[in-house]
């Protein structure tokens, strides 16, 4: 089963082409490793999935809803929940908040009258836990450690509870104890039939984490396929690896 | 004594003023000009009502906040259509748009004469004349605004409207519709300041529109900015320090005839000399 498409989808920033006819799928239940040298469309494709971006041309289908009239608000409703590469959490308000910023009430007249929950905080306490973040609780978002921001963002998405998760770069400059823990949330995720479109550079965890690759280049689909025969594909070998 | 009441009536209502506008500025982000507006329909609805069709105080108020409300549903789609300085100088223009209607449409405000003989509020036969008793009552809606306040930060509401404060795209992508939160809180905060106006009218006994300036705006912002953004306690602070200054400098001794100038060139200075040790103002959690 197909859960994320795009179907000849094309995105122009004032001339330049950052997608150009695009036509991916993403399987259900899978890793898939989305990879490509800087400029070939990889965040633009998270931008525009997750709403954050309008698209020119072309579809996105996400569990047969084509998502490209909805608003980035709308996207979660369907199961799609995404990090961020530079890390965008909430500086001001506590690590504790910002992840039930991610569980609470969405309508603003309900959420007027919605305090801490305790199944949240019980939920809260289990995942920061889980990210050695507990103790950190109550510190603002801005004095994490970069490390312990990239930890706390992709439990964020997580506690959503969506289906599908877009993962931009979550393991850039990480120290190894940070990579095996998000390695590690990657697995549970796949275990629990969860669908992550991971944007690496390291061919490592590429080949660890992931059931298929994706390869774009200049905003096109240049191979696909599993991590090996991604790695020995020739045209990925020139454009990509440079070899 | 009758002084330190009047002073105290003062910070009542300009507390409640600062407190409502917290949840804009310090809050939500949204720096607003717009709230000497929502001051001034409060203050001009009860002064009518009372004056014109002799209803109580607490009605012509409730009208006030209910008047007060649809028009920042208006202003507030309109100011939503604006980010930034945008927003601010479009804020600026709906208190400058309700100042001239307030000038201008004399047959019903009496334009610049203002509107004398405004009724003291009264609960059954109890008149609330003395300003010691009056000073109950405006510190009454005080503590219950500044607790509506402190529940409304402290909700999930709340949470959001920091969210939203501090990067919207995250607050979208995490399933909130930054419009309806901030529209939402511009209603409220427009009703709180319309409380204000309204006790403001009675207490006074006479209003006219000189009180509504833009200039009344950039004192309230002085006032959250210097107390320190989000944060309730910041923007009572800042309340206290900015309507309790001017009045501590008169027992300065500067001659007679330089005294009023004096006073004021220090009170500058002083706000200059705390806005350089605390740019974050005494008790803030966000810069704008």
Known sequence: MTALATERLCKNFLGVQALRELSIEFKEGQCTGLIGPNGSGKSTLLNVASGLV???????????????????????????????????????ISVLDNLLLAMAERKPFRALFQFRKNDDLARAEEMLRRVNLWDKKDVLANGLSYGQRKLLEITRAMATGAETYLLDEPFSGLFPEAIEIIAGLSEDMKKKGKTIVLIEHSMDLITRLCDRVIVMDAGKLLAQGTPQEVLHNADVLEAYLGK | MDYLINLSILFSIYGILAVSLNLL???????????????????????LLMTKAQMGFFPAMLCGMGLSACAALVIGMVLSKFRGDYYVIASAGCTIIVYNILMSWREVTNGAIGIFGVPRPAIGDFVFTSNFAFLGLAFAFLVLIVLAAQLIASSSFGRVLKAIREDEDVARVFG???????????????????????LFAVYLMFIDPSTFKLVENVFLLAIIILGGLADNRGALIGTLILIGLPELLRFTGFPTEIAAQMQKVVYGLLLIVLMFLRPQGILGKFRI
């Open chain 2, 25 to 47: 500025v310090g809050y939500t982000g949204l720096v607003s000009l717009a709230h000497a507006a929502f001051y001034g329909i409060g203050a001009y609805a009860a002064a």
């Open chain 2, 176 to 198: 909130y519709r930054p419009l309806h939160y901030k529209m939402l809180i511009f209603v409220i905060s427009a009703m709180m300041a319309s409380v204000a106006g309204s």
């Open chain 1, 54 to 92: 309008p698209i020119s041309e072309g579809a996105i289908v996400l569990s047969k809803h084509r998502l490209n009239c909805l608003k980035p608000h709308q996207i979660l409703k369907y199961g799609m929940s995404r990090t961020f590469q530079d890390g965008r959490l909430i500086g001001q």
